[in-house]
């Protein structure tokens, strides 16, 4: 998806997610976003997967918390913004940013709490995460079915209406990405 959740103007939870690969919308559109955040009164980023990005935007960033400069929202109040306990994988930085995150909501309340970024090899104060590059390939390779996504979308498709394979939930996948990332589910 080119851009994966989008927030603005009313209060929002974005929460538990896994946003792996991020993408272009087509050779001639660049982009590969993660979390687009508005100004709003009140928005909690918390726990989630923003993994791999595959798009070719240099500014699209896994969480950007930018103006609405088109006023597309009409929101004009005090913006207030908790960033916490999220991990970014492979998340390309470019063009001088420092951060997978940007920060551009002036007069922002923010509260940025444990974010981690890119711990694959680890540091003193912070362990390795298991297994950051897990994705639906890999997934499917640990239930020794063809290791594609368009296999997993098959096999999941291929079912009685209204019965769904455990293994091939959403819930599933989650659960095995987030452990590579040493992460519990959430509620």
């Known amino acids: 998806n080119a851009l994966a959740t989008f927030v603005a103007k009313s209060p929002s939870l974005v929460a538990n997610n896994v946003i792996l690969q991020s993408d272009d919308i087509g050779p001639d559109d ?76 002036p007069d922002a309340v923010l509260s940025v709490h444990r974010n981690m970024m890119d711990m694959a090899s680890g540091s003193e104060s912070e362990p390795a995460w298991i297994d950051p590059a897990r994705d639906v390939e890999s997934y499917m390779l640990s239930l020794n079915r063809p290791a594609t996504f368009e296999a997993f979308a098959r096999a999941s498709s291929a079912r009685p209406r209204g019965q769904w394979l455990n293994e091939l939930s959403a819930n599933s996948v989650n659960r095995y990405i987030r452990r590579g990332f040493d992460m519990p589910m959430g509620d």
């Open 30 to 105: 660049p982009r590969g976003y993660g979390i687009g955040v508005l100004p709003g009164p009140d928005t909690r980023v918390v726990n989630n997967v923003i993994s791999q990005k595959h798009g070719s935007a240099y500014w699209a960033e896994a969480i950007g918390l930018e103006l609405d400069k088109n006023n597309l929202t009409h929101y004009s109040g005090p913006t207030k913004v908790e960033l916490s306990d999220n991990k970014i994988y492979h998340w390309p930085i470019e063009h001088g940013r420092e951060l997978p995150i940007r920060y551009g909501i």
